[in-house]
């Protein structure tokens, strides 16, 4: 005997209710879901924007304002490496480039960085449009910002800056989509931003060119440095000569390690959260799906009467529950992903950060065991079905 037509009656009967069963079920899986995808895709999708940035360089202070300020542009008021500093950091042997950092102004909600061409070639080596930019008063934009090559800008200042002179600089090219916040910058020659600030310009008075080499006794401080190594052990014998009195290094990855650990910490705790919600969920959702078996105890003790197995009850109520269950994990693994598509796209809008989502296994094998333990819990309305006395079933 089949039962799925009993179990298809019964499911037809309710199907207002065991809708909203179903909408609660997918609530706590796509809860799970979401959680879980979007935490992976923050760790590597910061991980990846690091990935250009060898070793930076700052004054002693924290770390992570640092890295945030240099790499993410999470921009912050940094204490300024000195010209000494800066003049030591170029001089390093073992680096194939030293790129200072400067920021404070900004292009509509674009930020303004002030470096070097071989940090620009770094971090896009094929430029989308135009070219790097090679005069002072030129400038390269990000992917995202929304001005194009041949067109002028005029950064704002963030302090004030009344007295400092008005800047127009040309738009000469665009990065390639690098997946960074660097995608929204607007990114000028140090020496131009030297000069909008009123601060020497790393050449003597009426040289003109920009980049290295600096002349040392023409520099001024800087936020950060970023020094790409020549090799692993190059890198960490440049961290070691730059954790001085003067000045702290730093990998990202470093800082990323930290965070990161904050992360899984904050993380565990909304998942036992997360898991206690599903859990009083899904007994909610049992303790109603016996409710519903409950009034349609007559139906099925007669059933009975009729001469129907005890299992065949039994499997009926068994596979009338199961699928229910088995819906809601299966739209909840939809809303989950839709779901993080969405939130993601906002957390990459506010971070500047390409975030790579994916559905992995892990994430249907735990779909899965919410599953198995659904289907093991589905016995219990339909043990209840089994051992219930057709007779005082029907007397009732």
């Not at 979007?38 to 700052?58: H, K, M, N, P």
């Not at 002693?60 to 030591?88: M, N, Q």
């Not at 005029?154 to 989509?177: E, I, K, N, Y």
């Not at 109520?317 to 939130?343: C, E, M, P, R």
């Amino acid at each position: 005997m089949n039962p799925m037509p009993i179990a298809a009656a019964m499911l037809w009967r309710y199907r207002v209710t065991l809708g909203f069963f179903v909408v609660l079920i997918a609530f706590a899986i796509a809860l799970g879901l979401s959680l879980t995808m979007l935490e992976r895709a923050l760790r590597q999708g910061s991980a990846r924007a690091s990935d250009q940035f060898d070793l930076v360089v700052g004054a002693p202070g924290s770390v992570t304002d640092l890295v945030l300020s240099a790499v993410y542009l999470r921009t912050s008021s940094l204490p300024l490496v000195t010209p000494e500093a800066f003049a030591e950091a170029l001089a390093a042997e073992q680096a194939n480039f030293v790129a200072p950092i400067a920021f404070g102004d900004r292009v509509g909600f674009s930020p303004v960085i002030g470096t070097t061409a071989d940090l620009v070639a770094s971090l896009s080596p094929d430029l989308a449009e135009g070219s790097i930019f090679a005069a002072r008063d030129e400038a390269v934009v990000g992917a995202s910002v929304a001005v194009e090559p041949g067109e002028t800008i005029q950064p704002a200042h963030a302090h004030g800056g009344a007295d400092l002179p008005v800047t127009r600089m040309t738009v000469v090219g665009r990065m390639a989509p690098t997946g960074t916040p660097w995608d929204n910058a607007v990114i000028v020659p140090i020496e131009q931003y030297w000069l909008t600030h009123d601060l020497p310009v790393g050449h003597p008075p009426g040289d003109e060119s920009i980049g290295p080499p600096f002349d040392v006794n023409h520099l001024a401080g800087v936020p950060a440095i970023v020094i790409d190594a020549a090799n692993i052990g190059s890198a960490y014998g440049l961290r070691n000569q730059f954790r001085s009195e003067a000045t702290t290094a730093v990998f990202p990855a470093e800082v990323l390690v930290e965070l990161y650990g904050f992360m899984a910490d904050g993380r565990a705790v909304l998942l036992w959260v997360v898991t206690a919600v599903q859990g009083l969920i899904l007994v909610a959702i049992i303790a109603g799906l016996a409710l519903i078996v409950q009034l349609n105890a007559g139906r099925l003790a007669l059933l009975r009467a009729l001469g129907a197995p005890r299992l065949f009850v039994a499997s009926a109520v068994w596979t009338f529950s199961l699928t229910v269950i088995v819906a809601g994990v299966l739209l909840g693994l939809v809303a989950g992903v839709l779901a993080t598509l969405v939130l993601g796209q906002w957390a990459q809008a506010e971070l500047g950060i390409a975030l790579p989502f994916s559905l992995t296994r892990e994430d249907v094998e735990l779909a899965l065991l919410a599953t198995a333990a659904a289907a093991l819990l589905s016995v219990v309305p339909a043990l209840a079905s089994y051992r219930r006395n057709p007779v005082a079933a029907l007397s009732h």
